[in-house]
């Protein structure tokens, strides 16, 4: 690099810098607002906006699950895996440190693009249907037994498969960014694999269901909400209560995190449920929000991928948020 790209880089870097505290302070001002009051607004569709919400950093994750794209937590353990091109593995991390303790390859799969990671009491399965161009026709999702993993002398194990097609899609004409049928979000209840889908097109995100035994199947469609942005990861816990997390471009190539939260929902319609939403800072700061897990007592992690804008290279990171408030 020349001495004046150098310069360049160095004045993009102050002004992205200054830009992003000066929205960190903002929405610092904010979440002090909202500890005080949570009544928040409501926009024209009848969701709550609360303001702001500053994730509580916990760690820097290593260049090994920079394409973070999935969180699940079971028996104190924290499981992610990275996105589209990666090797089929799946990383235990540690919740304190973001270390990874365990690696663990899939040796019966690919990955085509993972992009997010659920369970049920019995196994954990990865949602293989990122689909940018909306052209995919091998959607799957693989099913892993947690006995499998619970064994140590255990480092490949094997997955079985669900394959999945949508019921309202006709069209498979690639479509970079501009289709409704890409998903990244995912979570297990009641026995049914609840897919939430990623529409570049309208920014809404529809709701479908499949069984969790292994099979070919046409998804079910259930029902749509306008998410005002795209969903990248969605988790529940045992009380019912619901995340979907995502991010909306702002502008270029800045991009603002969100996340939606469900509290109240029914075995099957959640989008009927009382909705709020909070603003988690720029994409600068946080990265890009790509796995959210929710525990049961309404605390979270959150993982990001890592990101580069021009000469600004921000790593994967792990944080924790506490959302008892909100449930």
Same mark, same amino acid.
């Given at each position: 690099?020349?001495?004046?790209? @150098?310069?360049?880089?160095?004045?993009?870097?102050?002004?992205?810098?200054?830009?992003?505290?000066?929205?960190?302070?903002?929405?610092?001002?904010?979440?002090?607002?909202?500890?005080?009051?949570?009544?928040?607004?409501?926009?024209?569709?009848?969701? /709550?906006?609360? $303001?702001?919400?500053?994730?509580?950093? &916990?760690?820097? =994750?290593?260049?090994?699950?920079?394409?973070?794209?999935? /969180?699940?937590?079971?028996?104190?353990?924290?499981?992610?895996?990275?996105?589209?091109?990666?090797?089929?593995?799946?990383?235990? #991390?540690?919740?304190?440190?973001?270390?990874?303790?365990?690696?663990? &390859?899939?040796?019966?799969? &690919?990955? *085509?693009?993972?992009?997010?990671?659920?369970?049920?009491?019995?196994?954990?399965?990865?949602?293989?249907? $990122?689909?940018?161009?909306?052209? @995919?026709?091998?959607?799957?999702?693989?099913?892993?037994?947690?006995?499998?993993?619970?064994?140590?002398?255990?480092? *490949?194990?094997?997955?079985?498969?669900?394959?999945?097609?949508?019921?309202?899609?006709?069209?498979?004409?690639?479509?970079?960014?501009?289709?409704?049928?890409?998903?990244?979000?995912?979570?297990?209840?009641?026995?049914? /694999?609840?897919?939430?889908?990623?529409?570049?097109?309208?920014?809404? *995100?529809?709701?479908?269901?499949?069984?969790?035994?292994?099979?070919?199947?046409?998804?079910?469609?259930?029902?749509?909400?306008?998410?005002?942005?795209? #969903? *990248?990861?969605?988790?529940?816990?045992?009380?019912?209560?619901?995340?979907? =997390?995502?991010?909306?471009?702002?502008?270029?190539?800045?991009?603002?995190?969100?996340?939606?939260? +469900?509290?109240?929902?029914?075995?099957?319609?959640?989008?009927?449920?009382?909705?709020? @939403?909070?603003?988690?800072?720029?994409? /600068?700061?946080?990265?890009?929000?790509?796995?959210? &897990?929710?525990?049961?007592?309404?605390?979270?992690? =959150?993982?990001?991928?890592?990101?580069?804008?021009?000469?600004?290279?921000?790593?994967?990171?792990?944080?924790?948020?506490? +959302?008892?408030?909100?449930?």
């Amino acid at each position: 690099m020349t001495v004046s790209n @150098r310069k360049l880089c160095f004045i993009f870097s102050i002004a992205l810098t200054i830009n992003s505290f000066t929205y960190i302070s903002a929405q610092n001002d904010s979440a002090a607002i909202n500890s005080h009051n949570t009544s928040g607004i409501e926009n024209s569709a009848g969701n /709550l906006i609360t $303001g702001h919400y500053k994730p509580k950093f &916990v760690a820097k =994750l290593p260049k090994t699950v920079k394409e973070t794209s999935g /969180l699940v937590f079971f028996n104190g353990q924290l499981w992610t895996m990275n996105d589209s091109g990666n090797p089929p593995e799946i990383f235990q #991390i540690d919740t304190a440190k973001g270390t990874i303790l365990r690696t663990i &390859v899939i040796g019966n799969s &690919v990955n *085509t693009d993972w992009e997010s990671i659920t369970q049920d009491d019995s196994n954990l399965y990865i949602g293989d249907f $990122g689909n940018n161009y909306g052209n @995919r026709k091998d959607l799957h999702i693989l099913k892993i037994a947690k006995s499998d993993l619970n064994n140590p002398a255990k480092d *490949t194990i094997q997955a079985g498969f669900i394959y999945f097609s949508y019921p309202d899609q006709a069209d498979y004409t690639p479509a970079l960014n501009a289709n409704n049928f890409d998903c990244e979000a995912f979570f297990c209840h009641k026995d049914s /694999l609840h897919l939430f889908s990623k529409d570049w097109s309208d920014l809404q *995100t529809r709701h479908y269901v499949i069984p969790a035994e292994t099979g070919s199947y046409k998804a079910r469609y259930i029902e749509q909400f306008q998410a005002d942005g795209l #969903i *990248t990861d969605a988790s529940i816990n045992e009380q019912g209560n619901i995340l979907m =997390l995502g991010y909306r471009n702002t502008g270029g190539r800045f991009w603002d995190c969100f996340c939606w939260i +469900l509290a109240e929902s029914n075995d099957s319609h959640y989008f009927e449920a009382k909705k709020t @939403r909070i603003e988690l800072g720029s994409a /600068l700061h946080l990265g890009q929000s790509e796995g959210i &897990v929710l525990k049961n007592d309404n605390t979270a992690w =959150l993982s990001s991928e890592s990101i580069r804008v021009g000469c600004i290279n921000r790593p994967a990171k792990l944080f924790r948020l506490d +959302l008892s408030k909100y449930f």
